[in-house]
């Protein structure tokens, strides 16, 4: 099993910035990769981006590429979302997950069987 906790989120303001935190514990070692995803009220949960785990190699959805940065500490198992130039669109539950699995594309919620509890993003006009 792998924990996840979320935590950064909160209030800013439109062309503002959030780093977000995803801790992991637990069976950590297993993760090949770990993505943020996101969530707005009415919406289905939405794919931010991944990092594959051993070689942090990042992949983003086209309406955060070039604003939004993945990365991670090896070292004590945590992954980041930073977050720049925030549009009221940006708001949302903000999920971290990971998976263990061999996927083709690590784009969809379906590949990832554990997940934090979100953190909230509220970017106001």
């Known amino acids: 099993q792998v924990q996840l906790v979320e935590s950064g989120g909160g209030l800013v303001q439109a062309g503002g910035s959030l780093r977000l935190s995803c801790a992991a514990s637990?069976?950590?070692?297993?993760?090949?990769?770990k993505a943020w995803f996101r969530q707005a009220p009415g919406k289905e949960r939405e794919f931010v981006g991944y990092i594959m785990w051993s070689t942090a190699t990042t992949y983003y959805s086209g309406s955060v590429k070039g604003r939004f940065t993945i990365s991670r500490d090896y070292a004590t198992n945590t992954m980041y979302l930073q977050m720049n130039s925030l549009k009221p669109e940006d708001t949302a539950v903000y999920f971290c997950a990971a998976s263990n699995r061999y996927l083709s594309d690590y784009g969809v919620s379906s590949g990832y069987d554990f997940w934090g509890q979100g953190t909230q993003v509220t970017v106001s006009s």
């Open positions: 637990g069976r950590t070692l297993s993760s090949r990769a």
